[in-house]
């Protein structure tokens, strides 16, 4: 004897109407549910299950506090037992296992009351049962693809006969199929839901699933119009139809025609581009498919002067400029841009009782920096996955001891591998000398070193950069990863133009750099999400560099510690294994690691004065790592540890970040007050505490 099984769509909908238990003034005589439990669940845990339920075990007595004080926003009502809801959740409970083949799952429940303490215990045993086996798959309606679509169809399936029946699993295929039919010509393909069954043999328990599609004609792109609207004539068809991933007379793909569209939206010319490619009645009679793509540009000039803020540097920056964009410089989809910025560092950190008596700029706790840039960037070079970029840099950047003046010059090429993976090469020439600051206070060998350090240099450096990045925003990711290693070299061209030019000033070294970034929403809701970052560095000097000791690594190009987006219980710049008075000069070899947990307590308390409060995140994190001179003096001891708490405020430019971090463990410590446990709270934890302001997550 057969029986079919249909979705058991309607009975789920039924099920889900059904309101939560009521409150405790509602039923003032119920019994609290003290313990939920699950009896012979073998193949689900415990949590699987809750999620199907109404029915839950009463919070604990600090949570419904908190719920009397505020509602469900932090704490938890009470939980009471519901005869009724106990019978949905039964229902609720069988369908769940039906759905992933456990046709002849048995649940009892078992309901033990206590009167004296108004409370109960629920418990729900469970009698899985073998799960159903798939006996034969088939497809209907597919007969007369053409050979192509047919092998991608057959030849990579999500199911097959032998597998555990799921439901899931059956309607992943349906998808599965779909994409391959609407990017093989027949966008619109559909499951029929009328011919379609699963089907179950009573004496063997194993299932036979039938999946109906019609697929309607097969279509082809047809001729593009381009429509600019408001019209200029700087803006011509090419710009837009060479960003397109198919061409005229070409099978049609939903697949290409959204890559398309996200092409052209990529080159920063326009506001919104969109392509309208919908098949009609008409189109599935003539089998071409018109293709019109509208887009609206952005201003041709444009003029922004403006307040900057960042995290350059580890620190919070704030600064005043003036920026000149040009869309499309010369046609081509160009982007011209100049910019003049005057930027400070730290300013929270500076002496200014000192800077306003008379020391001025000059004062060692004034850091900052004066940039002119200019930049072009070329969407389209050769092919439209492969773009390229120029810029010219004239700054000077000041740190406590010196001021860095630096000219440089930088081409590079970005090559699109997918959606998500790139590769950047980069050519950089670049002259810096240092000019140290006179300090009356620094010992002879610091003042010996920092002569060493004024050598000019102009160095060529040549760095390629690998990344995939699969994250689900750019600004606040809550899915997903990013990865990425980075090479350089610096030495190759100057060594060939020696014979040229013998006094020419550089150094030849080699760089690596591990990146990763993971992110998790552990509720699917973004309402609490883990975060982690690992970060590595090494470099050394090479051939007649390495054997010439006065010759050192660029000090731009130094790894230093500390700061909003490293260790956050030191400054920027303040953390090193290497001397206090040595800490200016930075490192060769880094490591850092990074946890963050991301809280949105405040999601659903509406607005407090012009501020939206579910913007707010409230951050714990926990943060490890140190910059060492050279990767023979690391030592595990020297790792210092540091966590905090952070508030963030999404903005459309990304979170305002306001960090508090405090040392775990300091390295430099004297024995016996390395640790947090080894200090006074007060006197020592919270006053060596370190406050950090910056815009977009420290990572």
Not at 28 to 35: D, T
Not at 260 to 284: K, W, Y
Request: glycine share 8%.
């Amino acid at each position: 004897m057969n029986m079919r099984f249909h979705q058991c769509c309607l009975v789920v909908l039924l099920l889900c109407v059904a309101g939560p238990a009521q409150s405790q003034e509602e039923h003032p005589s119920a019994f609290e549910v003290q313990r939920l439990q699950f009896i012979g669940n073998d193949h689900f845990d415990d949590e699987d299950l809750l999620e199907v339920m109404f029915e839950r075990e009463t919070p604990g007595s600090f949570s419904q506090f908190l719920y009397n004080l505020f509602g469900d926003k932090l704490g938890s009502k009470p939980e009471y037992f519901d005869p009724n809801l106990l019978i949905l959740d039964i229902g609720r409970l069988k369908t769940f296992y039906q759905e992933r083949g456990y046709f002849d799952v048995r649940i009892r429940d078992s309901v033990a009351i206590d009167s004296s303490e108004a409370s109960c215990s629920l418990t729900l045993l469970i009698e899985e049962n073998r799960p159903s086996a798939i006996d034969n798959m088939k497809y209907v309606g597919l007969e007369q693809l053409p050979s192509d679509i047919a092998g991608q169809v057959y030849g990579e399936p999500r199911i097959e006969a032998g597998n555990t029946f799921e439901q899931a699993r059956v309607i992943d295929e349906i998808t599965r199929v779909l994409h391959v039919l609407e990017n093989g010509g027949y966008p619109t393909a559909r499951y029929d839901r009328e011919r379609s069954s699963v089907t179950r043999v009573l004496s063997t328990g194993r299932v036979s699933v039938v999946m109906a599609f019609t697929t309607g004609h097969r279509l082809r792109f047809g001729s593009v119009s381009v429509i600019v609207d408001p019209p200029r004539e700087d803006i011509t068809d090419d710009i837009v139809l060479r960003q397109l991933d198919f061409e005229p007379k070409e099978i049609y793909s939903v697949e290409k025609r959204i890559s398309s569209e996200r092409n052209v939206n990529r080159l920063g010319i326009f506001e919104a581009a969109r392509i309208d490619a919908t098949p009609t009645a008409e189109a599935e009679s003539t089998g071409i498919v018109p293709v019109q793509v509208a887009v609206r540009p952005r201003d041709k000039h444009e003029l922004s002067p403006g307040l900057t803020v960042s995290d350059e540097n580890n620190a919070f920056n704030l600064g005043l400029g003036v920026g000149y964009t040009n869309r499309n410089f010369f046609g081509d989809a160009r982007i011209f841009n100049a910019q003049a910025r005057f930027r400070t560092q730290s300013i929270q950190d500076w002496n200014f009782e000192s800077v306003f008596s008379g020391a001025g700029l000059r004062d060692p706790s004034v850091l900052g920096a004066l940039e002119l840039q200019f930049s072009l960037a070329q969407p389209y070079l050769f092919t439209r996955s492969l773009s390229g970029t120029w810029s010219f840099l004239l700054s000077a950047e000041k740190q406590n001891l010196y001021v860095l003046p630096i000219v440089r010059n930088k081409m590079g090429v970005t090559d699109r591998f997918s959606e998500t993976t790139y590769g950047f090469l980069e050519w950089t020439l670049e002259r810096v000398s240092v000019q140290f600051l006179e300090d009356t206070t620094a010992n002879q060998d610091i003042v010996s070193r920092m002569r060493e350090e004024e050598r000019p240099q102009f160095n060529s450096i040549l760095s390629l950069t690998l990344q995939q990045d699969k994250t689900n925003d750019i600004f606040s990711p809550s899915q997903g990863h990013l990865r990425s290693v980075t090479l350089e070299e610096s030495g190759v061209l100057p060594t060939v133009l020696k014979g040229v030019q013998p006094d020419l000033p550089f150094t030849q070294f080699y760089k690596i750099v591990l990146l990763g970034k993971w992110y998790e929403d552990v509720t699917h809701t973004r309402y609490n999400i883990y975060a982690f970052k690992f970060r590595t560095g090494y470099q050394d000097k090479y051939g007649e560099s390495r054997r010439d000791s006065s010759i050192r690594i660029p000090l731009n190009r130094r790894f230093f510690g500390g700061g909003s987006g490293s260790v956050r219980g030191w400054k920027s710049r303040d953390l090193g294994a290497m001397p206090d008075d040595e800490l200016q000069f930075g490192g060769n070899f880094m490591l850092e690691g990074s946890y963050e947990m991301r809280i949105n307590y405040f999601r659903g308390f509406g607005k407090l004065w012009f501020m939206n409060l579910d913007n707010f995140w409230i951050v714990y994190f926990l943060d490890a790592g140190n910059v060492w001179s050279d990767l023979a003096t690391f030592k595990t001891k020297d790792i210092a540890l540091a966590a905090g708490l952070g508030i963030r405020y999404e903005t459309l430019f990304g979170p305002f970040r306001v960090d508090f971090g405090f040392r775990i463990y300091d390295p430099k410590e004297n024995a016996g007050k390395q640790w947090i446990f080894q200090k006074r709270f007060f006197g020592d934890i919270l006053s060596n505490g370190v406050l950090h302001f910056g815009l977009g997550h420290a990572f």
